[in-house]
């Protein structure tokens, strides 16, 4: 596949220091997005070459609903929103796109809100955000000053969500990869600042997961862990779905979160933040709509999920490499 929309930032990648990446990436990133490799990809590739070319616009990443801000005639912009919209389920947002507003099934920028006080100053720093979805915290990463933003996800549609906002917006300082953590080259990468956002639950060893994101950092890098949490000492293991969900292997309680991360090599782990989620936070809307966290709660008791467990809340941790 044509890998142009890629180039600029895997030149400045290279740049920055990671030149010996740059062959695998582009390789994995060619093979996963090629049309052939997902029965959805020709319909997704089609909706990208649909979008409008408008005239640049205000680009921000400095506020919630992250976009461009620019005049575009109604008839483009039906266009631009029919295109958009062929790229449903989104996920994390919101964006506003030329006056094209996308409610993402996450209230992502509450996510940050949570998060933006606790990060080291992210000024030049080398980001790395595993499992990203579409970028949106990549976005937002950018924006507070980051010098360059690399995003992985193995979903493809998610990537695709990304190139669409990435034509519109035309920042080279960030991508967003058809890649897993496993698919990255090696040790010694040296990112100044790591985002693990609503991965580790998803992991059968969380503590494998927390050596690997160490060994990504430079020595005296900033992890950013957001998981799921519960109450207690302990660690709860569900017996078959939570909130619906097939793939949680373990939740721990704060005290076994923060064990795990120091036993992963990381120091002065300090829990900034729990919160439990809502279902303001958490929703289907017209760009997501599908079930979403209502349907995964008791409608007779909603500090439970359907499965009578704990609902979900999310711990964030700030550690050290």
Request: net charge negative; with cysteine.
């Amino acid at each position: 596949m044509d890998l142009s929309p890629f180039r600029p930032f895997l030149d400045r990648f290279a740049q920055a220091g990671f030149g010996g990446w740059v062959p695998t990436l582009e390789a994995l990133t060619a093979e996963r997005l090629a049309p052939a490799a997902h029965g959805d990809l020709p319909r997704w590739w089609a909706a990208l070459a649909a979008l409008p070319r408008p005239a640049p616009g205000r680009v921000v990443l400095d506020d919630g609903c992250v976009g461009v801000d620019g005049d575009l005639d109604p008839a483009d912009q039906d266009r631009l929103r029919t295109a958009l919209m062929a790229l449903h389920p989104w996920r994390k947002g919101p964006y506003r796109l030329y006056g094209v507003g996308i409610d993402s099934e996450w209230r992502s920028d509450w996510k940050w809100d949570r998060l933006a006080p606790h990060l080291s100053p992210l000024a030049g720093r080398r980001v790395l955000d595993v499992g990203c979805g579409n970028g949106y915290h990549a976005w937002r990463a950018l924006g507070a000053g980051a010098g360059l933003v690399l995003g992985i996800d193995p979903t493809r549609l998610y990537v695709m969500q990304f190139l669409a906002v990435a034509a519109l917006v035309g920042e080279t300082g960030v991508a967003v990869l058809p890649l897993a953590l496993e698919d990255l080259p090696g040790d010694g990468a040296g990112f100044d600042t790591l985002l693990s956002m609503g991965v580790l639950y998803h992991r059968r060893s969380p503590l494998d997961h927390l050596r690997a994101l160490h060994r990504l950092l430079r020595p005296g890098g900033e992890l950013v862990l957001e998981t799921l949490v519960v109450d207690g000492p302990g660690v709860l293991v569900p017996d078959g779905r939570y909130a619906r969900m097939r793939n949680v292997w373990s939740i721990p309680g704060p005290e076994a979160l923060l064990a795990w991360v120091a036993d992963a090599g990381f120091r002065g782990a300090r829990l900034v933040d729990v919160t439990v989620t809502s279902t303001a936070e958490q929703r289907s809307t017209e760009w997501m709509r599908f079930e979403s966290l209502a349907q995964a709660l008791d409608p007779g008791d909603p500090s439970r999920t359907v499965e009578g467990l704990p609902a979900p809340r999310r711990g964030l941790v700030i550690a050290e490499a």
